[in-house]
């Protein structure tokens, strides 16, 4: 069986083709804003301009026919974007008289880390532009254990970079810098019961480089000050549930010195830590077509008139019946 999937919540357009074996394919077309953040309208029109063109190009290398399944990030995401991708699906599906289904996108980055590392039931630490979860299944249901209470990591990140003059995105920048940092600066540390905060961090981090503080100095003090937050509410969430897997999804999850502190507290409390291949961390087609291969064999299909977007879609709406 084989599933086409359309990822485009955001900044990433990506078409995957998957079997149950592998992924058959990915072409991508993201949208790098030419400055400033990621801005809705704009990524939108992006995807609509170029969407047409990036199915051709898949289709050139895969036959229509040979596809079962057509499925699209349904939410959460930026509605304008969540809508161009929507759109091109029902096409998809209507055109080649397949069966369409709308995913979630916290879930699609979950299963395929699941898939790509073999993890079991982890607690799953996700980091991404516009959502931070730690996130385990507890029976047919994932439940949300802890969150930020404001922004996402990644968008945290992007942020402080703009600041000091770097382009989007941030997070690899910032990265970089923080390994020729050399002090630590204390930074707001965040952590309210099982959730957690950035935005406050933010600013005081920019305040720092305001200050004639290094960027290097002020990417490695963020770094060390938000993952260790991000570490400890993923160790919680172990320790309450009783798991001994932790698995890393998201874009931010590409960071080695954030993978490198969770391996640490893996190691100590004798756990297994996950994370799968770079290219499957940040947003991409080949979770959505998984994630879809995966419901529908379960049974699952999303029919036209349930096909609108969800901007707010939360894992915990999604039942979980192949598990
Ligand atoms: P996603 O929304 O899952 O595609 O993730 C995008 C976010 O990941 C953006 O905010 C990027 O800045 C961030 N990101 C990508 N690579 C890295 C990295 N190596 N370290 C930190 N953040 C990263
Ligand atoms: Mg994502």
């Given at each position: 069986m084989i599933s086409l999937g359309i990822e485009g919540t955001a900044w990433s357009l990506s078409i995957g083709v998957v079997d149950e074996k592998e992924v058959l394919l990915v072409e991508n077309d993201p949208y790098i804003p030419k400055e400033g953040g990621i801005h809705p309208r704009e990524a939108a029109q992006h995807h609509s301009e170029r969407i047409g063109k990036l199915v051709k190009s898949v289709f050139s290398k895969i036959e229509p026919d040979k596809i079962d399944v057509i499925s699209f990030s349904q939410g959460p995401g930026m509605g304008p974007c969540l809508r161009i991708v929507a759109t091109a699906a029902r096409v998809l599906s209507l055109k080649l008289e397949k069966p369409l289904i709308g995913v979630n996108h916290c879930l699609a980055h979950l299963e395929v880390g699941r898939w790509k590392t073999g993890a079991k039931n982890p607690v799953t630490l996700y980091v991404s532009g516009g959502n931070s979860q730690v996130i385990a299944r507890r029976g047919k249901r994932y439940r949300v254990f802890g969150e930020t209470l404001d922004i996402g990591i990644g968008n945290a990140l992007d942020k402080l970079a703009r600041h000091m003059g770097l382009k989007h995105p941030g997070g690899p920048k910032i990265e970089k810098l923080a390994r020729n940092g050399k002090r630590y600066y204390e930074l707001p540390y965040v952590v309210k019961g099982m959730d957690f905060s950035f935005s406050g961090m933010v600013t005081a981090a920019q305040k720092l480089f305001d200050n004639g503080?290094?960027?290097?100095d002020v990417a490695f003090s963020f770094q060390e000050t938000a993952f260790a937050m991000l570490a400890e509410v993923s160790e919680r969430a172990m320790a309450y549930l009783d798991r001994d897997e932790l698995l890393l999804v998201g874009g931010v999850g590409a960071n080695s010195r954030l993978k490198e502190?969770?391996?640490v507290m893996c190691k100590d409390r004798k756990a297994r830590f996950y994370s799968p291949p770079t290219e499957l961390m940040g947003d991409n087609g080949a979770m959505?077509?998984?994630l879809s291969l995966l419901m529908f064999k379960?049974?699952?299909?999303?029919?036209?008139?349930?096909?609108?977007?969800k901007p707010d879609f939360r894992i915990e709406e999604v039942d979980v019946s192949w598990e």
């Open positions: 503080i290094s960027k290097e502190m969770l391996e959505i077509a998984y379960h049974g699952y299909v999303t029919e036209l008139k349930d096909s609108t977007v």
